[in-house]
Every structure is written in structure tokens, then in C-alpha cells.
């Protein structure tokens, strides 16, 4: 029987964050094949955080192997700024802006890796924001729940006042998994959801 664990992240980690983001990057189907550069996803939506974040990030393991996390910010206005200074610059060197015509799918990450990340003034009220993906072999057996709620434990622990995520519109599983465990629909442009701590 597989043996699932949650435990705090270690920088041993960081290759398999990069490929459980690419796996569950399609709302929340496996995105290879959308990408030619695998490594996208990872350097907008994983990677910073574990690297700036990183007693924010949890890892599930199956017998050991990483197939699983929740990570997030603390204050995303702070992360966005830190994410300017410390995080995009290299990969902008490495990645330079495509050409306007070019509408492929690596294009639009690499032009969301020169926008940078940023905090909407709307959800000032949320200052902190998370992700969670799971590999099909983690899912539906309550991990999501136990994950997620190590983390939120964790921002209360640190007295963060309330989080938000955003989710894809088509993603019906994520967004069920959401209302379930008790966030509420934030009223912005997307699909938002939040959680306060401070009642
Ligand atoms: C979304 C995701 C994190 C949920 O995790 P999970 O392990 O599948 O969910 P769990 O088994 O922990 O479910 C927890 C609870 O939510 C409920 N739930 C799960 N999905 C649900 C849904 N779509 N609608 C209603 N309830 C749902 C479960 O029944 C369970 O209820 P219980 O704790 O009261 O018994 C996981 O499926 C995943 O990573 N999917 C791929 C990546 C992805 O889409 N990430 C989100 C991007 S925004």
C-alpha cells in the first residue's frame, strides 16, 4: 500500500515542484504537452516561492517521492517585489521577449515572466495567496484537504489576517475542492477565492 506523507519542503525538492506544476498546469491536467520549454510553469508558479517562501511550502510524498505541495506568500506585495529584485531578473536575461507575432503558449509565459507577479489593489484585504497541486495518484484521498490546511495553519501561526487564490474557470474540480473546504468567492475579475483568520 503507498505510504503518503506531508512534510515541510527541502530544497532537495525543487526539481519535482517544477514537475508537479507542469503536470497539473492545464487546469489541473498535464500541460507538457502545450509547452516546449517544461520549465515555464515552474519559474512563475512554484519555484519562487519554494525558493523565497520556503517555510510556506509543504511537499506530499508517495512512498517517499514528492507528488504534492501547497505553497504560497505571506503578503503578496511584498513577494511580487521580491520576486523583482530577486527571482525574474536572471530568468528575463535568460529568456528574452518573443517576437509580437509569436502566439504560442511559451510566448505568453515567457511575457508573463517580464510582467512579473503582482498584487491586486482589490484584494488588499487577502494579503497572502497560495497554490496547491497534486498528482492523480495523491488525489481524492483527502491529501488536498490535510495539505492545504497545514498551510493555512501555518499563515494563522504567523498572523496573517486572510488569503486568496486564483483558479481557472474550467477547473470545476478545484473550484468544488475550494468551496468545500470552507473559502468564499471573492468579488474581482477571475475565479478568486479567500479565507479570513481574523473573523
Ligand atoms: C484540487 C485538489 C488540490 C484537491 O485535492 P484532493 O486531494 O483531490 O481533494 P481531497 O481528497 O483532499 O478532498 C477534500 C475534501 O473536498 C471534497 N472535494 C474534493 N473535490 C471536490 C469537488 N470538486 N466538489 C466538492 N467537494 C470536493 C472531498 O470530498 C473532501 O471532502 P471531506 O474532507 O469533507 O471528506 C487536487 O485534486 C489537485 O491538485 N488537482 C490538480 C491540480 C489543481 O487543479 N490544483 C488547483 C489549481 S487552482
Redesign the pocket.
Known amino acids: 500500500m503507498t505510504h503518503f506523507e506531508i512534510r515541510p519542503y527541502h530544497p532537495s525538492d525543487l526539481y519535482s515542484l517544477y514537475r508537479i506544476c507542469l503536470l497539473?498546469g492545464d487546469?489541473?491536467e498535464d500541460a507538457s504537452a502545450q509547452y516546449r520549454d517544461h520549465e515555464l510553469l515552474g519559474h512563475l508558479y512554484a519555484a519562487p516561492y519554494a525558493v523565497l517562501e520556503p517555510d510556506l511550502t509543504f511537499v506530499l510524498t508517495a512512498d517517499g517521492t514528492p507528488v504534492?505541495y501547497t505553497l504560497g506568500a505571506r503578503d503578496s506585495q511584498t513577494f511580487a517585489d521580491r520576486c523583482e529584485r530577486e527571482w525574474f531578473p536572471p530568468l528575463r536575461a535568460r529568456y528574452p521577449l518573443p517576437a509580437v507575432e509569436d502566439a504560442s503558449p511559451d510566448a505568453g509565459r515567457i511575457r508573463q515572466i517580464h510582467r512579473g507577479h503582482y498584487h491586486h489593489s482589490a484584494l488588499a484585504e487577502y494579503p497572502a495567496h497560495l497554490?496547491?497541486?497534486?498528482l492523480p495518484i495523491?488525489?481524492?484521498?483527502?491529501?488536498?484537504?490535510?495539505?492545504?490546511e497545514t498551510l493555512l495553519a501555518r499563515l494563522r501561526k504567523i498572523g496573517v489576517p486572510a488569503v486568496h487564490?486564483?483558479?481557472?474557470p474550467t477547473?470545476?474540480?478545484?473550484?468544488?475542492?475550494y468551496?468545500?473546504?470552507g473559502f468564499h468567492r471573492v468579488p474581482v475579475d477571475g475565479v478568486v477565492f479567500g479565507m479570513r483568520f481574523d473573523g
Open positions: 497539473t487546469s489541473g504534492g497554490h496547491i497541486d497534486i495523491g488525489q481524492g484521498g483527502g491529501y488536498g484537504r490535510r495539505l492545504i487564490l486564483g483558479v481557472s477547473n470545476h474540480r478545484a473550484i468544488g475542492f468551496e468545500h473546504v
